[in-house]
């Protein structure tokens, strides 16, 4: 499978952007998908997680009540809605799917087939 992150900018702190994610194959409807970032000097982390048919999601506690994760299969889409974005949210966001089988929602390691990433810069 393959995916591509896209939709980053810059963005004042408590302002939105909206990340698209596209992906080709059939292994793209079949298993989770994740949002994951990684700031400078700083390892790769969760953003948030979704099952394969959009019901079940995860958010790590920092973007909780502000990101929205969402998939469409139908278009082999995932997005993720930001919402009051914080300077500390700057990273560069990747989008990947679950290779590995483990318990819900898995470990950054469970991930893979990485798109290129999209940058996203909050400024304060």
């Known amino acids: 499978v393959q995916l591509q992150a896209s939709g980053g900018g810059l963005v004042q702190a408590g302002g939105s952007l909206s990340l698209s994610c596209s992906g080709s194959?059939?292994?793209?409807?079949?298993?989770?998908l994740a949002w994951l970032r990684q700031a400078p000097g700083k390892e790769r982390e969760f953003v948030a997680v979704?099952?394969?048919?959009?019901?079940?999601?995860y958010y790590v506690d920092s973007v909780k009540g502000r990101f929205t994760v969402s998939r469409d299969n139908a278009k082999t889409t995932m997005n993720l809605q930001m919402n009051t974005l914080k300077p500390e949210d700057t990273a560069i966001y990747y989008c990947a799917i679950k290779t590995r089988a483990s318990d819900w929602p898995g470990t950054v390691d469970d991930f893979g087939s990485w798109g290129q990433g999209t940058l996203v810069t909050v400024s304060s």
């Open positions: 194959g059939p292994m793209f409807t079949t298993y989770p």
């Open positions: 979704i099952g394969r048919t959009g019901q079940k999601t």
